[in-house]
């Protein structure tokens, strides 16, 4: 027969296998692996540094990689932190990969040991692969057959025992992290504005040019795009900084850099930057807004014809921050 026989779901007395139960996992979750949740199964160092790191509790999905193993995966979740020893260095340096990995010992070809209570494991641990190469970022560099996900590596340098925060590099990915994008735009302004030297330094301009974002619990980061087009400059060359500021936060200076002289002219201009976002933000309206400074004696103006379209790109991502 070459169907499984009984596909998920059969009522009656029909006994479902395991490969259509890890079917069912891998469908789910579109046959991606990682962790569920930003802040999942993140790895770190002890409040007090020591022998030891700690795992925090989440959940994951991982492939099962045992021979012959096809659209299957293993869906498992860490109720409480696990703490981890850590051997401490001699003379010379040493990369550790802290994985997350199932030891199913009842698949073909698989040398595990069976558990001393088989209906309740365990199955999944967490494991320390020692003395990996340095810049190893994945268990399947080292061990490609595993069914395992990589959560972090430890960089220790010689004649360490105590784990510093700096030593642990982050390599989780979350298994299928959400994205949403959001648009504003100004089309024509209503009202002629213009800067020049006499604004003094930054200023909030356009003046219209200012946003309430609503930023979504799950955002770990934002990628802001802003292009404006139909700018006007006039009176004497032209020399400007312009950038983005969300929730107070400056970021990266752009030039806006003309020797047109006295006549009219027309420019555009792009600004970008990408904003970790700290947890206190998420779930909360924030402003954004551009800034222009003016250092030459020419005159920048919005008026009827100035376009802007502003693009915010949110991504969920591995987190850092606990939160």
């Known amino acids: 027969m070459s169907w499984d026989s009984v596909p998920w779901f059969i009522e009656g007395s029909a006994e479902h296998s395991a490969q259509i139960a890890r079917l069912l996992a891998y469908n789910s979750i579109g046959g991606a692996e990682g962790v569920i949740g930003p802040n ?3 790895v770190r160092a002890l409040a007090a540094p020591g022998q030891q790191v700690e795992v925090l ?27 981890i020893p850590i ?26 040991p069976q558990p001393s209570t088989p209906a309740s494991g365990p199955y999944i641990f967490t494991r320390v692969l020692s003395g990996v190469p340095a810049g190893t970022t994945s268990i399947r560099q080292i061990r490609p057959n595993d069914s395992a996900i990589t959560l972090a590596r430890i960089d220790l340098p010689p004649n360490t025992s105590a784990v510093l925060p ?3 590099k982050d390599l989780r990915k979350v298994a299928r992290p959400r994205s949403e994008e959001r648009t504003y735009t100004i089309i024509g302004y209503p009202e002629y504005s213009y800067i020049d030297t006499t604004d003094g330094g930054w200023k909030n301009w356009p003046e219209r040019a200012t946003w309430n974002i609503d930023i979504p619990e799950w955002a770990v980061t934002a990628t802001v795009t802003t292009n404006l087009s139909g700018l006007r400059l006039s009176v004497n060359n032209v020399y400007v900084h312009m950038r983005h500021v969300f929730n107070g ?6 030039e806006l850099d ?6 009219f002219r027309r420019a555009d201009k792009l600004l970008a930057d990408t904003y970790a976002i700290p947890a206190a933000w998420r779930g909360t309206t924030q402003t954004l807004k551009i800034q222009t400074a003016a250092f030459d004696p020419g005159r920048l103006d919005v008026n009827g014809t100035t376009q802007v379209v502003v693009r915010v790109l949110f991504r969920e991502a591995p987190a850092q921050d606990g939160a």
């Open 40 to 42: 999942d199964l993140r």
């Open 258 to 263: 003309d020797d047109g002289g006295t006549g």
């Open 166 to 168: 700096d030593h642990i």
């Open 87 to 112: 051997t401490p260095t001699g003379p010379t340096a040493r990369s550790d990969l802290i994985i997350a990995r199932v030891e199913n010992p009842f698949l073909l070809g698989e040398t595990w």
């Open 57 to 83: 509790t989440g959940a994951c999905s991982i492939l099962n990689r045992s021979a012959g193993a096809q659209y299957e995966a293993y869906a498992s979740r860490m109720v409480s932190i696990d703490k």
């Open 249 to 254: 936060v400056a970021g990266s200076t752009s």
